[in-house]
């Protein structure tokens, strides 16, 4: 579960943005990590992180409409900020999981090393998960089912999500090596540095 305020704050380091701003980024690129936020849990939610030091406001006047409150980081919440960038991370056994998501989009520009254990941390498990998983038995038992379960439809449906299921987390691990190479190679201040793992 991706805790809320660090993707506020991760959006703060860029630049000051205003509470709407803010929202307005939830409703876009932000719903891919999180389900919709109302505007007034992310206004509580500056309020709070307000209170504990984490970003100041200075007040926007706006001629012809209310004025806004624009936001920035402090020195604590940029220490806040980075500690969570930095923190170890303990994947979840569904891949894709919304925290490694924000994780990640963050901390590969604030601090690519963090990003690159954080990536070298979510291949281990999958790969280790893959190898445990994928040769299992699935097969379906059934014993006294209901009249109404269509045995054979069961076992194509569990089939099919299976089939599913093993090429999404091998696309899955295509993406984390190939990023990961990616930011291992990664020359700060070359411009072609972003495009050379994709020429192909």
């Known amino acids: 579960m991706v805790q809320f305020e660090y993707v506020l ?3 703060l380091a860029g630049r000051p943005l205003s509470g709407y701003d803010l929202g307005k980024w939830v409703e876009s690129e932000g719903q891919f990590l999180r389900s919709r936020a109302h505007h007034s849990q992310i206004y509580r939610l500056l309020g709070r992180m307000v209170a504990d030091g984490w970003i100041a406001f200075e007040v926007d006047p706006r001629e012809g409409r209310p004025d806004a409150k624009v936001y920035r980081l402090t020195p604590m919440g940029r220490e806040a ?3 969570w960038v930095r923190s170890p991370y303990d994947p979840p056994s569904r891949f894709q999981d919304a925290d490694f998501l924000a994780r990640f989009a963050f901390a590969a520009p604030l601090d690519r090393q963090a990003a690159i254990r954080l990536l070298r941390t979510e291949l281990d498990f999958r790969r ?10 699935r097969a379906l038992r059934f014993a006294d089912p209901l009249p109404e379960l269509d045995q054979r439809l069961a076992r194509e449906v ?3 999500l299976h089939q599913y299921g093993a090429a999404a987390v091998d696309r899955w691990v295509e993406f984390l090596e190939r990023t990961l190479a990616k930011l291992e190679n990664w020359r700060p201040g070359d411009p072609t540095a972003a495009t050379e793992g994709d020429a192909r």
């Open 9 to 11: 704050l991760a959006l």
């Open 81 to 83: 900020l980075l500690d």
């Open 128 to 137: 280790a998960q893959i190898a445990r998983n994928r040769g299992r038995d």
């Open 158 to 160: 569990s089939e099919e």
